[in-house]
């Protein structure tokens, strides 16, 4: 989406942490969601955050600042099914029903 | 088995054909959605849904069209297809509510040629 903006490819080595950030601008934020999405397979679910603040949920953390427009998606523990594209997903309200916008992605590799 | 399904999972068709892609869901969600995706621009919303009777139009929805035959299911067609509707097609589903996390059928790889 053109008011998301993610990195476009991120790479670590296997156990070491990874820091993906999303910055977004709208009128009418209503929370933010990550995705993790494999080569040619469903984006799947992460987290979802609409209260400034982390929420964690196991090696996977997700931080969110309203007043910045700025959210990151940690990754602890890099494992190599870890390496997949991660997409950042805002929740657009200004045309009312809430609509998802989608980041391009950003492409984690993990290295041995 | 799982929750959402698309058919086929991957189409070669020549320009100016007619095409359906099928969704269906079993995780009792009232809204459906139809996305592209490209690579480098992230997912687009082609058409939505919020049950049976309502169908509205996202954000690239020229030369689509959608049905919703029931609420577990959606249909996307391109009427007359051409090269640049070439894609990754995705359903997807939601539960109307305070947070509404929407879950991701597998894709439809379509080639137009």
């Known amino acids: 989406g053109q008011n998301i903006d993610q990195p476009t490819e991120m790479t670590a080595t296997e156990g070491a942490i990874v820091q993906i950030n999303c910055t977004y601008q709208t009128s009418g934020f209503n929370g933010l969601f990550w995705y993790q999405q494999h080569a040619g397979e469903a984006p799947t679910f992460l987290s979802y955050?609409?209260?400034?603040g982390l929420e964690e949920k196991g090696r996977f953390s997700s931080f969110l600042s309203r007043s910045k427009g700025y959210s990151y998606l940690l990754l602890k523990e890099l494992q190599m099914k870890d390496s997949a594209s991660y997409l950042c997903a805002v929740r657009d309200t200004t045309d009312s029903w809430g609509k998802l916008q989608f980041g391009a992605g950003t492409q984690v590799v993990v290295t041995p | 088995d799982a929750d959402v399904t698309q058919t086929p999972r991957n189409r070669i068709t020549k320009t100016g054909k007619r095409i359906m892609l099928e969704c269906s869901q079993t995780k009792g969600h009232d809204r459906m959605y139809w996305y592209r995706q490209d690579p480098g621009l992230g997912l687009r919303l082609i058409y939505y849904?919020?049950?049976?009777?309502?169908?509205n139009k996202g954000e690239i929805s020229d030369g689509y069209s959608v049905s919703r035959q029931a609420q577990a299911k959606f249909s996307l067609s391109l009427e007359s297809a051409i090269p640049n509707q070439t894609a990754l097609y995705f359903c997807?589903?939601?539960?109307?509510?305070?947070?509404?996390?929407?879950?991701f059928g597998p894709g439809t790889r379509l080639l137009v040629l």
């Open positions: 955050n609409v209260l400034d």
């Open positions: 849904s919020f049950d049976v009777k309502d169908i």
């Open positions: 997807a589903t939601s539960l109307s509510g305070v947070q509404e996390t929407q879950y």
